[in-house]
């Protein structure tokens, strides 16, 4: 009790010296978290930090807020912070305090998720690489060695928190945290000392004495306080181990990751609202996005292999920090049309019952409150449903939130919410550069020696594997060997009949024979590459890559990389073999640029005299630029480059690979929402390159004199290169005259008719900006989408000057979808109105 007392005092006493304070005693319950004694209704969104920047923050936060979240959920990535074991780092992209305080200013809640094991398509699944080469350690399991880092790191944030005064239990906004991540789904691959390694973790996070509860995800033996979460594309069938635990969702997928060589994913707003919608139907109180903002894998921080720069996961706020619409607009409606429900929804159990073949009821109904959900689960058809003697109409694979059981506030698959296509808008590099440098180009460069050209190479017999020999320090490991050739050798006779057979655990390499590039290999490779060799002295480089480290699976962290070999020399004729395998190799870990530091464009060595060198392997490229005007978010377009990695000031803006394309099939032109999702369920891009756009911050750009820095492994040409600055296109609307209300003007109070009805919303999302055109408009059967709208068989004549007298000139307008706005041009038909429109 006065524990309780103290508490209270102390929390009254920080509201007074802080703008922001969370009074915070946080514990739960079998139907939701409770924060200082009240059951909560809470939608969170994942943002991770370092996927953006901190001039970032504060925006995306303010967003996240405007679309309705409560909570913002990240992880905590260890080997950002600790790069060297015992050096922390917790600077620029990597302040995790000045984050959480961010997402505090705002007045929200955060969900930290320590792990240490991110998973996340972080490089190495967030686990420093120093970790692997710790005597006899085994990681994710009951292993001595790795239980003392995991605790010592795990200690080490709850510790950095606890100073700052971050949990809700000191009157920060820490409500929750997550030990581990996902085990339950590899656990049976560790034996069973996975069981014990599970109560360890459970126990030694309960021993740090955070005050707020701790979560395991995918762990249905989540051992007692800790509450056992569940990750999907949908959650509503989740029940967790014990009656006296919540509910609780912590990934919704908004999409799914991108990565080289693959389509472009993303996942219907429809079915993702009619996801969440279920989940609270049948009785879920917490559910998270993954992700909110998915941003950008600047550096080398991605995982994989493969894992593209991009992380958008086609998310609520786009990798740029723009809102994705109707994406986020539309869940916004759902999560207001949640929170009308959340009396009752805390109040009690939800009664679930049927209304036919596919169709289900749930109704929280506690003294004066009742909220109802009405579910249409089949896939193909639409239904009319008696529900209290009233009857309702629900779209195939849709939810009808009703907050008063008696008026639909919200219907999953009707959005409300303007529709805006994005638009990049190209520019050159070269505005104004001195044309006096590089002939014009205003580029210089420095060529990347083949083979070994640093002094801290090493020789070693045999092929070795590469994550063991680079640490990860580079992506880069060349292997080097000399070769004798005599001129009685069969390997002479012609060049042709050579071939180099090459095998590799991957990621991918480039295969040099007395300096010149013979082949290249992605992924795991087995490949006879044909060379031609001289009698004398030969030189063979092999340069294996790494394209970010595996992140999950079982034993993720022994999954090797590199030339392990075979390696061998075929003449292939007479079938004569020789085994290079066995013989003694040069090694160089790293590039010799790298070791220069040319990523940050000092250096007396750029060569800016002569012709610049076009499609050329291995070589660096350097210009200036000044960044374009206005503040619109930026992206350079690597269209006519390789791959490889970029500067900005010095700063990583990741790796590009723009030749990478996804596959030609596969991509339907459209998606349809109805019936379950999966990751392979929608994709867009095939047969297109998967990423040539990368994302610049801002915050990186000083208005002129920008060093940008280019390492390309393959050859392209850099003049290509452009910028593209991210906009709004067109807006766009479609409302029908069966859709509900705009949330925004729900009442209980249906006797009052004074309900607005169905109505477009048009809104210019950028300050100051109007609309300036109406590019179309319907009234009556429209068809198409935003961009490609046409008219139906009915439509009104006196739409598209009606829509253009509301809203031309002004920054928003609304318009009542009814025959009353434009009259009937087809009576007993249910019309709906089609508008695209754009602001200047
Ligand atoms: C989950 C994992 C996340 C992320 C996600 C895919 O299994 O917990 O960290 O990797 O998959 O984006």
């Keep these: 009790m006065r524990g309780t007392g103290f508490l209270l005092v102390f929390c009254w006493v920080l509201g007074l010296l802080a703008s922001t304070s969370f009074c915070g005693n946080v514990t739960y319950d079998h139907r939701a978290l409770v924060i200082d004694g009240k059951r909560r209704v809470l939608i969170s969104g994942s943002i991770h930090y370092p996927r953006s920047t901190p001039e970032m923050w504060p925006d995306l936060i303010r967003k996240s807020k405007d679309g309705g979240l409560d909570v913002i959920e990240t992880y905590v990535f260890w080997n950002l912070h600790e790069p060297v074991r015992n050096q922390y780092d917790f600077e620029g992209r990597k302040d995790l305090v000045k984050f959480v305080k961010t997402v505090a200013d705002a007045g929200l809640y955060v969900h930290l998720r ?33 239980k003392a880092e995991m605790k010592r790191f795990t200690a080490k944030i709850v510790d950095l928190m606890q100073q700052e005064k971050l949990y809700a239990s000191q009157g920060g ?111 879920g109180t917490f559910q998270n996005y993954y992700m909110y903002h998915g941003g950008t894998n600047f550096g080398r921080t991605s995982g994989g292999p493969f894992i593209s720069t991009s992380y958008d996961y086609d998310a609520p706020i786009d990798e740029y920090g723009i809102l994705r619409q109707p994406k986020w607009g539309h869940l916004k409606d759902v999560h207001k049309a949640v929170k009308l429900c959340e009396e009752a929804l805390v109040g009690t159990d939800p009664t679930v019952t049927s209304l036919g073949q596919n169709l289900e009821a749930a109704v929280y109904k506690t003294g004066s409150v009742c909220a109802a959900f009405l579910a249409n689960v089949g896939t193909q058809s639409d239904a009319t449903v008696n529900f209290n003697g009233n009857s309702y109409s629900l779209p195939a694979w849709s939810v009808s939130i009703l907050p008063d059981c008696k008026n639909v506030a919200l219907n999953t698959a009707k959005i409300n919410s303007a529709t805006m296509i994005p638009s990049f808008s190209h520019q050159s590099l070269k505005g104004n550069i001195d044309s006096s440098e590089a002939l014009g180009s205003g580029w210089s460069w420095i060529n990347e020696p083949v083979g070994i050209s640093k002094d801290d190479a090493f020789v070693k017999l045999g092929p070795l594997e590469q994550i063991n020999t680079t640490a990860d320090k580079s992506d880069y490991l060349w292997y080097s060997l000399g070769i004798e050739i005599k001129g009685d050798e069969p390997f002479l006779e012609d060049g042709s009949q050579t071939v180099l057979h090459v095998e590799s655990l991957g990621h991918a390499l480039h295969a040099f024979t007395n300096g010149k590039l013979v082949g290249s290999g992605i992924g795991k490779v087995s490949e006879d590459i044909p060379i031609a060799l001289v009698t004398g002295k030969n030189k063979i480089d092999l340069l294996s ?23 061998k020399l075929k003449g292939i004729k007479n079938g004569t073999t020789v085994d290079l395998s066995s013989q003694e190799w040069t090694y160089q870990v790293g590039l010799k640029g790298e070791e220069l530091g040319l990523p940050s464009g000092s250096s007396s060595q750029w060569d800016s005299k002569s012709t610049l060198p076009k499609n050329q392997p291995l070589i660096w490229y350097k210009t200036k630029f000044d960044a374009p005007a206005g503040s619109d978010p930026v992206a350079l377009d690597f269209t006519g480059l390789g791959k490889g990695e970029a500067w900005v000031n010095g700063q990583s803006i990741g790796r590009y690979w723009p030749v990478y394309a996804s596959p030609n099939g596969g991509c339907a032109d459209s998606c349809n929402y109805q019936g379950p999702y999966d990751s392979s369920k929608c994709l867009s891009n095939c047969g297109k390159p998967s990423q040539t756009l990368y994302h610049v911050p801002r915050s990186w750009l000083q208005s002129s004199g920008n060093t940008l820095v280019l390492f390309e492994e393959i050859g392209g040409d850099p003049t290509k290169l452009s910028f593209a600055t991210r906009q709004i296109g067109s807006l766009c609307s479609h409302v029908s005259e069966s859709h509900p209300s705009p949330i925004d003007t729900w009442s209980t109070d249906s006797t009052s008719g004074s309900k607005l009805g169905p109505t477009v919303l048009l809104e210019c999302p950028i300050p100051g900006q109007v609309i300036s055109s109406v590019k179309f408009a319907s009234f009556g059967t429209p068809r198409g989408t935003c961009g490609g709208y046409s008219h139906g068989q009915c439509s009104s004549r006196t739409a598209l000057s009606i829509v253009q007298k509301a809203c031309i000139g002004s920054k928003s307008c609304g318009i009542g979808v009814s025959v009353n706005t434009f009259g009937d041009p087809c009576i007993g038909v249910t019309k709906s109105l089609a508008v695209e429109a754009s602001c200047t």
């Excluded at 094991?117 to 399991?141: D, K, S």
């Design 173 to 283: 906004p820490i409500i929750l945290s997550q030990i581990e991540n996902e085990y339950g789904n590899v656990a049976s691959a560790y034996g069973p000392a996975a069981k014990s390694y599970i109560n360890w973790a459970a126990a030694m996070a309960t021993s740090l004495d955070t005050g707020v509860p701790w979560v395991m995800c995918q762990q249905a033996d989540a051992p007692d306080p800790i509450i056992n979460t569940c990750n999907g594309f949908y959650c509503d069938q989740f029940k967790p181990n014990s009656n006296k635990k919540p509910k609780m969702w912590t990934e919704n997928y908004s999409g799914w990751f991108l990565s080289f060589g693959g389509p472009v994913p993303y996942r219907p707003v429809e079915d993702l609202a009619f996801a969440v919608a279920r989940f609270f139907q049948l009785g």
């Design 114 to 146: 320590i792990g240490p094991y991110a998973c996340a398509e972080w490089n190495y699944g967030g686990f420093p690489v120093w970790l692997h080469f710790i005597p006899g350690i085994q990681f994710r399991t009951d292993n001595e060695p790795f």
């Design 545 to 567: 890559l790494t394209v970010g480290l595996q992140n999950s699976g079982a034993f993720f962290d022994k999954t090797g990389a590199g030339i392990t070999g075979p390696v």
